[in-house]
């Protein structure tokens, strides 16, 4: 869990160093349109070539602006981190299960278990939880693994239903800058005495509709990517159960076998000392 954590940290602090540095680079290089803005109002001309972007981040504002741009942050972050984790090839190694089939047919049980052991991927984790077992019996190993793929399964939800939390709050971050966009508008609507600017109708109009923008931005890659890592883990997990059962059978059998040759004149020796006493 705190390597998990430590990877997510570094994942945030690369977003948030790239980012800066982009918008850094992109106010350095917008410093001059202001004064030509100032120009055009002079000429009583309108600015009607202002970019998309500034209009968006104008918009959004101070509140909203940096609240939507840190969620998105995480956003980005976590699932660039589920990406690394819920990988096949990661989860289910397919060069340990060679090596530790390969160690079960050799009669080298201490070396399958020590690979298993120092195997941090999800199966490595599971098949040394049931091999610590696999003394008990079969049934015990299989029932220790499977709640080991259960709790894996438990802790890597729980950066899932995080997707799944940034997709409820989209909407609803946009929904209040709506309600504040039609705030402003009607406010202006409502001065007695006066009439209403068309400029601030529309000022407050587009910051509802920009903010709602952007909340809907923010929930639809994050409901896609907690269905799609949700999937994800499901099939992970249904996999690793069927092959840490397969390869906790095969180990228990060739225990079996290897403990029935040697140990079977053990039961006359201790019959016959038996009755000696």
């Known amino acids: 869990m705190s390597g998990t954590l ?4 570094v994942i945030l602090l690369v977003l948030v160093a790239f980012l800066f540095s982009t918008n850094s680079s992109y106010a350095f290089q917008e410093g001059a ?16 070539n202002t ?14 602006g940096p609240l939507i741009m840190a969620i998105s942050i995480a956003l980005i972050a976590l699932v660039c981190l589920l990406a690394m984790e819920l990988r096949m090839a990661t989860s289910i190694p397919p060069n340990f299960v060679e090596e530790f089939t390969d160690l079960v047919n050799k ?14 991927s999800f199966l490595g984790r599971v098949m040394s939880q049931g091999m610590s077992r696999l003394q008990y019996g ?8 499977y709640n080991m793929v259960d709790s894996i399964k438990a802790s890597k939800e729980v950066s899932i239903t995080y997707l799944s939390t940034i ?16 705030i402003l508008s009607f406010m202006e609507l409502g001065r007695p005495g006066s009439t209403p600017r ?33 999937n994800r883990l499901i099939k992970i997990s249904m996999d690793t159960s069927l092959i840490a059962d397969d390869l906790l059978t095969q180990m228990y059998h060739s225990t079996k076998k290897a403990a029935g040759q040697p140990a079977a004149p053990a039961p006359t020796a201790a019959g016959a000392g038996a009755p000696a006493k």
């Open 33 to 48: 349109p202001p004064a030509a803005e100032k120009k055009d109002e002079g000429d009583n001309k309108p600015a009607a």
């Open 51 to 64: 970019s998309l972007f500034m209009h968006i981040l104008k918009s959004a504002g101070w509140v909203f």
């Open 198 to 230: 068309p400029d601030k109708l529309a000022d407050g109009i587009s910051h509802a509709l920009v903010v709602t923008l952007l909340g809907i931005g923010l929930s639809v890659p994050a409901i896609f990517f907690h269905a799609f890592y949700r």
């Open 138 to 145: 079969i049934e015990d190993a299989r029932e220790s693994a």
């Open 167 to 182: 997709g409820t709050l989209g909407p609803l971050i946009g929904l209040v800058g709506t309600v504040f966009g039609m």
């Open 107 to 120: 009669k080298q049980f201490k070396q399958a278990f020590d690979i298993a052991k120092e195997d941090g």
């Open 6 to 9: 430590s990877r997510f940290c």
